[in-house]
């Protein structure tokens, strides 16, 4: 494989090129943040290759295997989890992809990086949807289009008709963004080869779930992602999927489907969609929260009464990771009724309690308002503090490339809890992130960050980990949310309702 932008096709080439090209965003659309440019990162061309990232290098790796073929990279948009696009940013990335697709064509295959839960501000269907299907009239019916989708993504058939092949992510939290790519590539590689055109299925699955009621490590979602493989395995079979979806957004595209891609056998792909749904229908009841699971009060009291530590203590209403605002105080300010310390309250998005503590400088006592709430109920409340440190950044490059983390940032001590407070909406999913401000996690008794399960890297510190079903726009209740433009009836908010498998059939448009 090489690597290269411009156009090398002269007479007689036999090299074999694929575009790289798309954009990994998860909307919540609850959140009033929309993203923009200022929390996402855009890379062109060879900065793609420069990053460090598995859904990059799964790609990458398996396209220097196959000798002949040439990986142009074009324009990649990584976005921190939050409101949808605002629209204009949305446009200006389709239109650039498109003109980048025309001026570095012809590609004989198009990789298509996306998560799959994008929305858009006002666009008024699927943000995924609307990309892949421009891309599938720039390049034409023809060229062989690949994505490998997070779990917590969405397919329509509008979708599905653009696209060509697909993998999708089998463990949350996820560790298998590199194995998924190479999924991916390995069958655009194979139509490459071969001109044979996978057939497709698909199942909508009325079931409405957190990602936390879905995790890999237990059931049901340990037996039905576990299965998968057997599926991939039986003749016929390119690969069979089954997507969570991303339960918060009340969307007509919103919900868990069943997607199955065969060679050739149309009958064989519905059979088995029918088959996946109805085994993932069965267990419905089974989802849950089978982490420790507190509120606020409880779970704080826990954290400070255990023997050893780290404790872990997830913020899940305010899940900056699912696309909460990450502005919430609730937390913080149970902590400091209580009378905590050695404990840490990280990642609160207030740019103005920033400034102040900035104009301050470190080493300043001062006077600062907390719980002017955007995206909940506002709770402010006035305390004194210390700035304990200050920053401009949140270096924070070896752990995770995302532009919340270029916001400037305090630390301060409010009596004896520990606060960082940000000018931009951060994630904190690994110890890195801390330690960018100043903390040791694994010398602290308490963290606590926003999130809902651990990410792996804090799975493999934390000592216990706690997570509190707290308030937000990330809410682990779905019944205590409102939904009025999804499929209904739907699962759980229409209590046990009459299904089966071949309500949901649907495939390409």
């Given at each position: 494989?090489?690597?290269?932008?411009?156009?090398?096709?002269?007479?007689?080439?036999?090299?074999?090129?694929?575009?790289?090209?798309?954009?990994?965003?998860?909307?919540?659309?609850?959140?009033?943040?929309?993203?923009?440019?200022?929390?996402?990162?855009?890379?062109?061309?060879?900065?793609?290759?420069?990053?460090?990232?598995?859904?990059?290098?799964?790609?990458?790796?398996?396209?220097?295997?196959?000798?002949?073929?040439?990986?142009?990279?074009?324009?990649?948009?990584?976005?921190?989890?939050?409101?949808?696009?605002?629209?204009?940013?949305?446009?200006?990335?389709?239109?650039?992809?498109?003109?980048?697709?025309?001026?570095?064509?012809?590609?004989?295959?198009?990789?298509?990086?996306?998560?799959?839960?994008?929305?858009?501000?006002?666009?008024?269907?699927?943000?995924?949807?609307?990309?892949?299907?421009a891309i599938r009239a720039a390049v034409g019916p023809e060229v062989p289009i690949a994505i490998p989708f997070d779990m917590h993504g969405q397919v329509t058939p509008a979708l599905l008709e653009a696209l060509t092949v697909m993998s999708c992510l089998r463990t949350a939290p996820h560790r298998d963004n590199y194995e998924t790519s190479r999924r991916a590539t390995d069958q655009l590689l194979r139509v490459m080869r071969t001109g044979v055109r996978p057939r497709k299925a698909a199942v909508n699955i009325p079931i409405f779930v957190p990602g936390e009621k879905a995790m890999t490590a237990y059931e049901p979602a340990r037996g039905l992602f576990g299965m998968l493989p057997d599926y991939d395995a039986r003749p016929g079979v390119v690969e069979a999927h089954l997507f969570v979806g991303f339960g918060w957004n009340d969307l007509p595209w919103c919900g868990m489907k069943a997607v199955v891609l065969t060679e050739t056998d149309e009958a064989l792909g519905r059979d088995l969609a029918l088959e996946i749904a109805e085994k993932a229908w069965a267990q419905r009841h089974r989802f849950g929260l089978e982490m420790e699971t507190a509120d606020l009060r409880d779970g704080l009291l826990r954290a400070r009464d255990a023997a050893t530590g780290p404790v872990l203590l997830s913020d899940s209403g305010d899940n900056t990771t699912a696309g909460a605002g990450g502005d919430l105080t609730f937390v913080l300010q149970e902590a400091l009724d209580l009378g905590m310390d050695d404990i840490v309250v990280a990642g609160i998005f207030a740019p103005e309690i920033v400034a102040a503590c900035q104009a301050a400088g470190a080493g300043a006592d001062v006077t600062l308002e907390i719980g002017r709430h955007i995206s909940a109920e506002p709770w402010p409340r006035t305390v004194r503090a210390t700035v304990e440190a200050l920053g401009d950044r949140v270096d924070v490059r070896r752990f995770q490339n995302l532009r919340g983390s270029d916001g400037a940032w305090a630390r301060v001590r409010i009596d004896g809890v520990v606060a960082t407070f940000h000018a931009a909406r951060v994630s904190f999913t690994g110890p890195g992130h801390l330690e960018a401000v100043g903390i040791d996690p694994r010398a602290r008794k308490t963290a606590v960050v926003k999130v809902g399960y651990l990410h792996p890297q804090q799975e493999d510190m934390a000592a216990r980990h706690i997570c509190l079903i707290s308030?937000?726009?990330?809410?682990?209740?779905?019944?205590?949310?409102?939904?009025?433009?999804?499929?209904?009836?739907?699962?759980?908010?229409?209590?046990?309702?009459?299904?089966?498998?071949g309500q949901g059939l649907f495939g390409p448009a």
């Open positions: 494989m090489t690597l290269a932008v411009p156009d090398p096709r002269g007479a007689g080439s036999i090299v074999q090129r694929v575009a790289i090209l798309g954009f990994r965003h998860e909307a919540m659309i609850a959140c009033p943040f929309l993203t923009d440019p200022a929390t996402s990162n855009i890379w062109r061309g060879a900065e793609i290759l420069e990053q460090d990232l598995t859904t990059i290098t799964g790609v990458t790796d398996r396209l220097a295997e196959e000798p002949g073929v040439e990986a142009v990279p074009l324009l990649l948009v990584r976005t921190l989890p939050g409101g949808a696009f605002e629209r204009g940013f949305y446009e200006a990335i389709k239109r650039e992809s498109l003109e980048l697709l025309r001026r570095h064509g012809p590609f004989d295959g198009i990789m298509v990086l996306n998560h799959g839960a994008a929305e858009v501000d006002g666009l008024g269907v699927h943000g995924d949807t609307d990309y892949v299907v308030p937000g726009v990330a809410d682990l209740d779905f019944l205590r949310l409102t939904y009025t433009h999804i499929a209904r009836p739907s699962f759980p908010m229409d209590g046990d309702m009459a299904w089966s498998a």
